[in-house]
Each structure stands twice: as C-alpha cells, then as structure tokens.
C-alpha cells in the first residue's frame, strides 16, 4: 500500500527566500513520486516527477525536488519564492501497478509575504 | 494541443437527483482517471478507465458510477446525490495506465448538492 504525508499543512516564506515544502512516502513497491500545484478555484499543474532516473529532479519554474530512499522523502523546494507561488501544493505517490491511481497528500498551502 | 476538457464547470444539483459528469482527455491519451476533491478528505482517488474498461476503483459507494467511450471520452454518474457529495470532480488523463507517466488534469467540474 502506498501513503503520502506532507508535514505542515501551512507555509509562510517572504518574497526572495527559500521555499521548503515537506513530503514523506510509504510505498510497498518502488514509487513514481509527484509534487501538483493548485492555485484558487483551478486544477492541478504538475511541477515535477520522479520516475528511478536522477534522484534529484528539477521542475517549472525554479522549483526542485530530491528523493530520498533511507529517509522516505521527496521535498520539494525553491531559493527564491515569488508571489505568484502562493497556492496548495499536493505530494502524490503512485507505482508502476496502479498507474493512474494516484495517492495524494493532505497539501500545504504556501503564502508569500511581500 | 487541447488539454483534459471537463463539462460542465459548475452546476448545482437538488438531493436525491443524479449527475452526469462529462470528460475529453488530451488526445492520444487512453487512461482516464476521476478524482473528488472536498475541504475534509482531500483528493480521492474514485475510478480509472483504460481502453473502456474499468482499472481500478477507489473506496467509494456504488452511487458512483462510470464509464469510458471508444474515443477514450469518459464520463462519471453519481445517483441519488446526498449533500455530502458537493466537491470539485477532477477528471486526468495519461498516455497509458502505468505508473510514472505524466498525468494531466482537467480544471474540474464543481457541483454543489443542495
């Protein structure tokens, strides 16, 4: 079975500082992890995949993601928030057998301050 | 290329009524997936088509229901709506059903139950 959990339902960065959104996994198979964006009242955007190529993944716009199998962990992150970044961003983890069967976190919710 | 186009974006449905929710994937993409999406439980996974047929289906009463066309087009039904069923209804496509393909989502079907 797999599961996702986002550690903090809420983040709060400044504009021009780091952005660090947590995600741990649990997956009995080996995972196809994703991080989705959601801005208000919109669907989802995918930022980035990790498919058991380069365990350090790079998205659109700045951001990035590293997998790592001994922690269980796929953060997603970015050197300089803007204040277009403020949206719900969804961990998700799926494997090779369930294809289109996606596990979500409960997301976070970024803000940027000005 | 169009993407995953979802009808109709809102609607508002009355207690008992049922609800056909309509959904073209990007073409060429033969997996369709549905997701429902409310404030409590987040993203649930509610059922995948793959070439008409039925992949795999999530922890969902039998109220909800769907299908998938020769053109890959798909639609969901929920029968006897009860208010509890008022969420946003994602719909996503991807080229097959294996895990670790990109998955596109649609901008959603909003249906309040009242």
């Known amino acids: 079975a797999q599961s996702v959990t986002q550690l903090d339902s809420h983040v709060s960065v400044s504009e021009g500082t780091p952005v660090l959104l947590r995600c741990n996994y649990s997956?009995?198979?080996?995972?196809?992890l994703f991080w989705y964006v959601q801005h208000p009242n919109k669907g989802l955007q995918l930022l980035l995949k990790?498919?058991?190529?380069?365990?350090l993944v790079k998205g659109i716009n700045g951001f990035e993601a590293e997998f790592k199998k001994s922690e269980t962990s796929f953060h997603l992150t970015k050197p300089s928030a803007h204040m277009s970044d403020a949206a719900e961003y969804f961990c998700v983890v799926t494997t090779y057998n369930q294809g289109g069967k996606l596990i979500f976190g409960q997301g976070t919710e970024l803000s940027v301050k000005p | 290329k169009a993407g995953v186009t979802q009808t109709p974006r809102y609607l508002i449905k009355t207690r008992g009524q049922q609800v056909t929710l309509s959904c073209s994937p990007i073409s060429g993409h033969r997996s369709v997936s549905w997701y429902q999406q409310t404030p409590g439980q987040g993203l649930q996974f509610l059922f995948e088509y793959f070439s008409e047929t039925q992949r795999n289906k999530g922890n969902f009463p039998g109220r909800f229901s769907g299908r998938q066309f020769s053109n890959s087009r798909s639609e969901m039904n929920v029968s006897t709506l009860e208010l509890g069923d008022s969420a946003l209804y994602l719909c996503a496509s991807s080229l097959d059903s294996r895990g670790g393909n990109t998955i596109y989502f649609g901008e959603g079907s909003w249906l309040t139950v009242v």
């Open positions: 997956s009995s198979y080996s995972p196809s």
């Open positions: 990790y498919t058991s190529a380069a365990t």
